[in-house]
């Protein structure tokens, strides 16, 4: 079992952990059933994943060697906050397009978190338009209660509280997307934070 002294150290985020939310052991375990599952849900069809950076990196990575399905992948930047915004704007950027035609295609979305779903939400719709034959939605954690935007999540890794959570690919102002668990930020360490209001 991990525990915070034995992990954050390593890390030098200690000061910054209120708890650990989700431990490496349970991520990991999570993460191979739903490799396994996405393997026989889509075996034989011809498989994009389209991983929506930076957050869903890591769990695109551990996820993939799960898969035994043969498959691409492709990456998408999408950014809901403007450089240095300290709330949300709901104003959904693309940063960076995929390479990939997915016309016809079985295209599968893995994402680390789904907050408000408005990230999710402008995905899928650009998405469709380009025809892929399916398009579904792999998220790893969900943060139900703060819905804006109804999505339809397809595989869920966890269902999670609104708390700020970070680590496992989500950051802190950009560092320690690094962490290999899911842990919740201190309170007294929201003040000073970049965007209060965001993720993860
Ligand atoms: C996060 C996360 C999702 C999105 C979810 O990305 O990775 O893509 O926000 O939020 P929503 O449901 O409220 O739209 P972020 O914009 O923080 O970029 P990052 O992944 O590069 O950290």
């Known amino acids: 079992m991990e525990t915070l002294v034995g992990t954050s150290t390593r890390w030098g985020?200690?000061?910054l952990i209120d708890r650990i939310l989700i431990p490496t052991e349970a991520l990991q375990r999570r993460i191979a059933e739903l490799g396994r599952q996405i393997s026989q849900d889509y075996a034989g069809k011809d498989l994009v994943l389209v991983c929506?950076?930076?957050?869903?990196?890591?769990?695109?990575?551990?996820?993939?060697?799960?898969?035994?399905?043969?498959?691409?992948?492709?990456?998408?930047?999408?950014?809901?906050?403007?450089?240095?915004?300290?709330?949300?704007?709901?104003?959904?950027?693309?940063?960076?397009?995929l390479q990939t035609n997915i016309e016809g295609r079985h295209v599968l979305i893995v994402e680390d978190i789904?907050?408000?779903?408005?990230?999710?939400?402008?995905?899928?719709?650009?998405?469709?338009?380009?025809?892929?034959?399916?398009?579904?939605?792999?998220?790893?954690?969900?943060?139900?209660?703060?819905?804006?935007?109804?999505?339809?999540?397809?595989?869920?890794?966890?269902?999670?509280?609104?708390?700020?959570?970070?680590?496992?690919?989500?950051?802190?102002?950009?560092?320690?997307?690094?962490i290999p668990f899911v842990a919740v930020l201190r309170a007294e360490a929201m003040e000073g934070l970049e965007r209060p209001e965001g993720l993860g």
């Open 13 to 15: 985020c200690e000061h």
């Open 52 to 97: 929506v950076l930076k957050g869903g990196v890591m769990f695109l990575t551990d996820l993939m060697r799960h898969i035994t399905v043969p498959h691409e992948v492709d990456f998408m930047a999408i950014s809901s906050y403007g450089a240095g915004a300290r709330y949300s704007t709901g104003v959904v950027r693309i940063l960076m397009d």
């Open 114 to 178: 789904v907050d408000s779903g408005r990230t999710l939400d402008h995905i899928l719709r650009l998405l469709w338009t380009r025809n892929p034959a399916t398009l579904r939605v792999c998220a790893l954690l969900d943060k139900k209660a703060r819905r804006e935007i109804a999505v339809p999540l397809d595989y869920v890794g966890f269902e999670i509280p609104n708390v700020f959570v970070f680590g496992y690919g989500l950051d802190l102002d950009e560092k320690f997307r690094n």
